[in-house]
């Protein structure tokens, strides 16, 4: 079988999964509703007691049914649009795929490791795995040397990979600002509350923030595999970009606090990528490798 039909399989299985997965999340409600937990670290957790997110805290259950929104409304649309595109052989819908791809791994590696143990674990562990291999597969296919070549002289290059360097930066300095004072104080972290660990943090420090700063760094020096990776980075960073915004908007709504700095920094980052995606999208010209 061709990998493209292997991706499209994948792709229509990941689009199935998520719907379900994501519908069911949002319109689920038995249980016995809100009620208190006292966690391992001698806080009060407000638990939110409805539903399949039933033993989740108030707080997660706001971001959770937020990036469920999101997903339906803008991450299962542009997945069908990129792999259509894609099998065009689309060099755009070939990038929003793989940008897209990304943003579903993320998000269902947190609902794997972050959520609390419930009927959908294994949905989540095949959505996890299905779009870690379409990612992969995609990733292997690209010739960075075509995708260079692709694009037009009078990209930004250095607009696009400052702002990467930046974005790594600014998330980086906003979890360490977090997390740091806690180790050294000895204290819980805020927003831990029952949770074995700060799932979140650890990927976006572990990953995207290493992966936005070498992206943006090999991107100047228009280093080939700089613009294809550019493009995932922007891409993956716009759709949870709008996850994390309409996060902040949840939570609100639930009367959960939030810093200043997590409501201004997260919507501000997501306009910028808005524009960073029509800059690549705009200077894409694929006759160049036709």
């Not at 991706?7 to 229509?12: A, E, F, P, R, Y």
């Not at 937020?66 to 755009?92: C, E, F, H, M």
């Not at 930004?156 to 600002?177: H, N, T």
Request: charge should be positive.
């Amino acid at each position: 079988m061709k990998v493209k039909n292997i991706m499209t399989l994948l792709v229509i299985l990941i689009v199935f999964l998520a719907v379900t997965a994501s519908v069911y999340g949002l319109v689920s409600s038995e249980g016995p509703g809100l009620h208190q937990y006292h966690s391992i670290h001698g806080q009060v957790v407000s638990i939110y007691g409805k539903g399949l997110y039933a033993n989740d805290s108030v707080t997660v259950v706001a971001q959770g049914k937020a990036q469920d929104i999101v997903t339906l409304g803008l991450g299962v649309p542009l997945l069908l649009i990129s792999i259509y595109l894609a099998r065009k052989n689309s060099l755009k819908g070939q990038l929003l795929l793989a940008g897209t791809l990304a943003y579903f791994l993320y998000t269902y590696i947190s609902y794997t490791f972050l959520w609390m143990y419930n009927p959908f674990f294994l949905v989540y562990v095949l959505l996890m795995s299905a779009s870690f291999f379409a990612f992969t597969l995609l990733m292997m296919s690209f010739n960075t040397k075509d995708i260079k070549a692709s694009f037009n002289p009078k990209l930004p290059l250095k607009f696009l990979g400052g702002f990467q360097i930046f974005f790594a930066f600014a998330i980086g300095m906003l979890w360490l600002g977090m997390i740091v004072p806690t180790i050294i104080n000895g204290t819980v972290p805020p927003g831990l509350e029952h949770y074995t660990t700060l799932v979140i943090q650890g990927m976006d420090l572990g990953f995207i923030v290493p992966l936005a700063f070498i992206s943006g760094v090999l991107l100047i020096k228009q280093n080939d595999f700089g613009y294809l990776l550019s493009s995932v980075i922007i891409i993956k960073g716009l759709t949870m970009g709008a996850a994390l915004s309409a996060m902040i908007i949840g939570q609100i709504a639930a009367g959960v606090q939030m810093s200043l700095a997590q409501i201004i920094i997260f919507p501000l980052l997501s306009a910028v990528m808005i524009i960073c995606l029509f800059l690549i999208l705009k200077n894409i010209d694929q006759k160049k490798i036709a």
